[in-house]
């Protein structure tokens, strides 16, 4: 049974930084596990924030947060952390971590995870 943890979500002024963390386990054969970040804010639409594979660190960043957010993993811990700086207002959503087993999609949509998380959230004000 695979599991997926988030933590690390909060409240902060623009500008400000906080770090996700998630722990994914269960997988019984690695093989090509893809781990990500998605969010939702309110009366919006899911989106793919972040993703990375564990086979070449290669990442995919939504164009919202790219040179701001910073995906990372810790293949021997299971983990995919999320790095937020310089958040703004319109980064408030309910953030959830994903992974999937059969590799990264080139663009993530949330029909290509299997495994969720229950949602960490963030809140930037302004």
């Known amino acids: 049974q695979v599991q997926v943890v988030e933590s690390g979500g909060g409240s902060v002024q623009a500008g400000g930084s906080l770090r996700l963390s998630c722990v994914v386990s269960?997988?019984?054969?690695?093989?090509?596990?893809?781990m990500g970040w998605f969010r939702q804010a309110p009366e919006k639409e899911q989106e793919g924030v972040a993703i990375i594979s564990d086979r070449d660190d290669n990442a995919y960043y939504v164009d919202s947060v790219k040179g701001r957010f910073t995906i990372s993993q810790d293949t021997a811990k299971n983990t995919v952390y999320l790095q937020m700086n310089s958040l703004k207002p319109e980064d408030t959503a309910m953030y959830y971590c994903?992974?999937?087993?059969?590799?990264?999609?080139?663009?993530?949509?949330?029909?290509?995870?299997?495994?969720w998380g229950r949602g960490t959230q963030v809140t930037v004000s302004a």
């Open positions: 994903a992974s999937t087993p059969y590799g990264c999609p080139r663009i993530p949509g949330s029909a290509d995870f299997g495994f």
């Open positions: 269960g997988y019984i054969h690695r093989t090509s596990i893809c």
